[in-house]
Nanobody
């Protein structure tokens, strides 16, 4: 079962991006899903998580700016990122927390 991220790119500080993670797994509604990010020479950091019951939690660094959501009918998890900062630059990964599966990652670069 694949997880495929999309939506990354280059954005100016203060801008917005929406990442999507699409899976071929039709059981998405049963899973806890998360977004992580990683910068070179650092550990992968959990950014946002959404349970099968749509309970969400966020890293302190993104609270109030990022929103995780799911569309089970489209087998998609999204991460709406607003008010982006230089420090948000990273490769963003989607993870199925229950199965341990990871996507390939999508680069987000915040630069003026």
């Amino acid at each position: 079962v694949q997880l495929v991220e999309s939506g990354g790119g280059l954005v100016q500080p203060g801008g917005s991006l929406k990442l999507s993670c699409t899976t071929s797994d039709s059981n998405l509604s049963f899973y806890t899903m998360a977004w992580y990010r990683q910068v070179p020479e650092a550990r992968r950091e959990e950014v946002a998580i959404i349970s099968s019951r749509n309970h969400t939690n966020y890293a302190d660094s993104v609270k109030g700016r990022f929103t995780i959501s799911r569309d089970n009918a489209k087998n998609t998890i999204s991460l709406q990122m607003n008010s982006l900062e230089f420090e948000d630059t990273a490769v963003y990964y989607c993870k199925n927390v229950d199965t341990g599966a990871w996507g390939q990652g999508t680069q987000v670069t915040v630069s003026s």
